[in-house]
């Protein structure tokens, strides 16, 4: 069975079809000329504002032609994960999909359901001739996941809803009312390097197996970050044994948790026993630590030829070490207000150590934004205080939940009624669009609802089949009754 052949068809189809356009965040041409192309070939009104987003106009049908008008709201982009084992590009290549059992996954790569299920849906819709609906305005926004430079700048006259629908939550029982708010923390810093003197056996230092995932979806897991285990351990062995930094490479992407991270580092060969005895030790510990959470995790450390005598200069070791080992990461507090939310965290999402250049990746979310600074600054005097240049970027707002929302009543009163439990009625510790979007729409009441997802912003990323069903016929349903 193919992703094409599952149930709603025409809503797997469309998800198909947008899976096959390469899609990374700030690379959207090709999936934007897709949806312009769609848009227009259905013969509805179809426009591109000066960001990029793209609206798509379609009038109300099956005796819905009079009701008021409702915002369809997901991002095109997707995030751009694989294993280092898969040879696959991005920029050239469609998803390779795969249905197993009850979920749809892709092969070695992220699937693209965090947003695409959402834009597929939506398409579902807009391609329809016989599913009843109130007048739609699609909203298909640019660049989400890498700054949400398409909520930022969007231009509020294309639309005149007073209802929008965001579909890009990944529990099928929640009700999302509320988000974070997120600022980028970007460092660089220029380090001195030396040539050694004496005899150096070279190692490879290999994290990987961790889980990853969304580093706000998924921050408050226990899962382990590949920056700071690797981080961890050369703290560890630089008291053992006379070693030095060549190189750091761990993490990918701004907004997941790394999984992997390897280092090349150079040892005085008379220290060479001590290191792979003090080695093996820190690397039992960690696997024990991380065992109940992170079965699958491995550290390894290879010998190698080196490639180079040029290495980092002692102190600068300490320096970058001690900064790493010390800036925040996970959750720095938990919500007073909301049972079990994240309030704020941060994640060091990348880190950079080449050609006398250390750089660093890092994410604040949080509901409140005087929070957002304080751990934001947390991580900036971290950095400071080693002599690296920090600038922080891309700062957007939370969304305030609204408990006696309208839309928010009527979604709640037929969750209950279709599925006959109470839906779960949440903020969120990600960095939905809506937040954005209500200071250019501040009269627009929203939610934001979807199916199961898992997995996200990782090449675990699946999608649920079965609540993908559950989904839309709660949406179809929904469309019925906002007038």
Known sequence: MTVKDLQPQA????????????????????????????????????EVDKIGNVIIKKPGANGLENAGAVILQSHLDMVHQKNNETVFDFDKQGIDMLVDGDWVKANGTTLGADNGIGVAAIMALLSSTDIP????????????????????????????GKTLLNLDTEDDDELSIGCAGGIDTNTS?????????????GYKLTIKGLMGGHSGMDIDKGRGNANKILTRILYSLRSHADLHLVEFDGGSLRNAIPREAVATIAVLKEDQKTF??????????????????????????D?????????????????????????????F????????LVETSSSLARVIVKDEQFITQSLQRSSVESTKDDVANSVRAAFENMGAAVVQTGD???????????????MAD???EKFNEEPQIKACHAGLECGILGKHLPEVDMISFGPNIRGAHSPDEKVQISSVQKFWEYLLEALTRLN
Not at 18 to 33: C, D, F, H, I
Not at 192 to 197: G, I, P, Y
Not at 333 to 340: L, P, T, Y
């Open 11 to 46: 809503l797997w189809g469309h998800f198909a079809d947008l899976n096959a356009v390469p899609r990374p965040s700030k690379k959207e041409e090709r999936v934007r000329q897709f949806m312009v192309d769609f848009g227009k070939n259905l013969g509805f009104k179809t």
């Open 133 to 160: 609906h109130p007048p739609i305005e699609a909203m298909f926004t640019i660049d989400e996941e890498t700054g949400m430079t398409g909520a930022m700048q969007l231009d509020p006259s294309f639309y005149e």
């Open 189 to 201: 810093y220029k380090y001195a390097t030396t040539e050694l003197k004496r005899e150096h056996v």
């Open 276 to 301: 792979e005895l003090e080695f093996a030790k820190i690397a039992d510990l960690l696997k024990v630590e991380f065992k109940t959470v992170e079965g699958n995790l491995t550290i390894l450390a």
């Open 303 to 331: 010998a190698m030829d080196l490639q180079t005598t040029t290495v980092m200069e002692n102190y600068e070791l300490i320096k970058i070490v001690n900064a790493l080992y010390s800036v925040p990461n996970g959750v």
């Open 333 to 340: 507090r938990m919500s007073a207000d909301i049972e079990g």
């Open 396 to 410: 957007y707002p939370g969304w305030q939940p609204n408990p006696n929302s309208k839309i928010l009543n009527l």
């Open 414 to 416: 037929l969750y209950r």
